[in-house]
């Protein structure tokens, strides 16, 4: 019974690293793929710098325990 144990322990920690690397059959990327990834990554860049210009300018200083005081 303790080599049965034994036995399932290894397995269990054999077995993941026996798998090999993650995305092994991945095609390398293209060159359309690349322009198609650089494209979004400007646009979603200029989106988020027109967001932040968005966002009012705070003049009045925040103090939570204002009230308190």
Do not use: C, F, V
């Not at 026996?18 to 322009?35: C, E, L, N, R, Y």
């Not at 198609?36 to 988020?48: F, H, I, L």
């Amino acid at each position: 019974m303790k080599k049965l144990w034994s036995a399932l322990i290894l397995l269990a920690l054999i077995g993941p690293a026996a798998a090999g690397p993650h995305g092994k059959g991945k095609s390398p990327s293209s060159d359309a793929d690349q322009a198609a990834k650089a494209k979004k990554a400007k646009e979603t860049e200029r989106a988020y710098q027109e967001a932040l210009k968005k966002i009012p300018d705070s003049t009045k200083k925040q103090d939570p325990w204002g009230n308190m005081r």
